[in-house]
């Protein structure tokens, strides 16, 4: 029996491959700058690997590979591994995705890439982990306009895979000049406590004026885990 699930996954794994096509592979760096006194020094805070590419005409893979990071740790075995995904188109307006993701909290400032980002909001420095393994349900009604159910592991903490975070986001414009990140989230701490998260992310574009503005909100709910017995 295990010799013959074995022989499946491999016969599989072999058809992907032959019918996966790589549409981009670049490395992606920063270098920082720092001064202390009469010293000077330059450091690389990121190199990273993206990959991205199709198998058939609905199936889409992404890595992101970071090599400024250990490649393990015991609370996160893909430690240096941002994203390792598979998407599927499986309708015309109807997506879903799986694997190791970014977890959606709402705002421009989760949504910009690593490289992009030196400093965090107070709440986005309190939490356990960026990317995590977990699953997206996604609908376009049109091609301006994305609607998203998303269940991962919790931002609130690395290496429980009994805590969870649930979010509902929609990614839009209101105006041509007016695109938005919108995202209500729910989420388990450690002891089983139940948080909510509201982050509208809004992106005004009108020439110089160009720029994302965050309105966040976040409070507590009854102590239960999202998919404890208590919430049914």
């Known amino acids: 029996m295990r010799k013959n699930l074995l022989s499946a996954?491999?016969?599989?794994?072999?058809?992907?491959?032959?019918?996966?096509?790589?549409?981009?592979?670049?490395?992606?760096?920063?270098?920082?700058?720092?001064?202390?006194g009469n010293e000077a020094s330059?450091?690389?805070?990121?190199?990273?690997?993206?990959?991205?590419?199709?198998?058939?005409?609905?199936?889409?893979?992404?890595?992101?590979?970071?090599?400024?990071?250990?490649?393990?740790?015991?609370?996160?075995?893909l430690n240096a591994t941002d994203i390792l995904s598979l998407t599927w188109d499986f309708a015309p307006k109807w997506i879903v995705n799986a694997g190791k993701l970014p977890i959606f909290i709402g705002g421009y400032e989760w949504d910009d890439t690593p490289t992009n980002l030196y400093y965090w909001n107070d709440f986005s420095n309190t939490i356990a982990q960026v990317y995590a393994l977990g699953g997206t349900l996604m609908y376009r009604p049109s091609q301006?306009?994305?609607?998203?159910?998303?269940?991962?592991?919790?931002?609130?903490?690395l290496g429980n895979p009994n805590v969870f975070n649930a979010s509902l986001g929609w990614i839009g414009e209101i105006a041509p000049w007016w695109k938005t990140i919108w995202g209500i989230n729910w989420m388990d701490d450690p002891y089983h406590h139940h948080m909510g998260h509201l982050a509208l992310g809004n992106r005004f574009e009108a020439g110089p004026a160009t720029g994302p503005k965050n309105l966040i909100s976040a409070w507590a709910l009854p102590s239960a885990s999202i998919l404890s017995s208590n919430c049914l």
Not at 10 to 36: C, M, P
Not at 149 to 156: E, F, G, M, V
């Open 9 to 36: 996954l491999i016969l599989l794994a072999s058809y992907l491959a032959a019918q996966a096509q790589v549409e981009y592979v670049f490395f992606e760096t920063r270098v920082s700058g720092r001064v202390n």
């Open 42 to 77: 330059l450091s690389g805070d990121h190199l990273n690997l993206h990959v991205k590419g199709k198998i058939g005409r609905s199936l889409t893979y992404q890595l992101r590979q970071r090599f400024t990071k250990p490649l393990y740790d015991a609370k996160n075995p």
């Open 144 to 157: 301006k306009q994305l609607i998203q159910l998303q269940l991962s592991s919790s931002l609130l903490h």
